[in-house]
């Protein structure tokens, strides 16, 4: 997967996983917004994260994006690290504001 188009993808994905997870644990949920917002960002360090120890858009996908082709598995790696990074980073920001609330 292209650098920026990973990226992209793992904000937007981050995004979503912030917001499922708010939905799923209300007591730690930020809001709409908050939950946005804490996903892109626990999305796109998730993402860089994954791609940097090599378990998306390794040698395989920059060898089948430059003969043309798509690899499925890269994007389906940065939606799930996006997606997982910003649920995970939206539990700990959460829980560290239902903390501090008592």
Not at 51 to 62: C, E, M
Not at 78 to 90: C, N
Request: hydrophobic share 50%; no cysteine.
């Amino acid at each position: 997967m292209d650098g920026i188009i990973g990226l992209i993808i793992s904000l937007i994905s981050g995004a979503v996983g912030g917001n499922i997870a708010g939905a799923a644990l209300k007591e730690q949920s930020l809001g709409t917004v908050g939950n946005s917002i804490a996903g892109i960002i626990g999305g796109g360090l998730g993402g860089q994260l994954l791609s940097a120890l090599g378990v998306v858009g390794g040698t395989a996908a920059a060898a089948s994006t430059q003969a043309g082709g798509f690899d499925i598995g890269s994007l389906i790696g940065q939606v799930a690290g996006g997606g997982v990074g910003g649920a995970i980073l939206m539990i700990i920001i959460g829980f560290i504001k239902q903390a501090v609330a008592k």
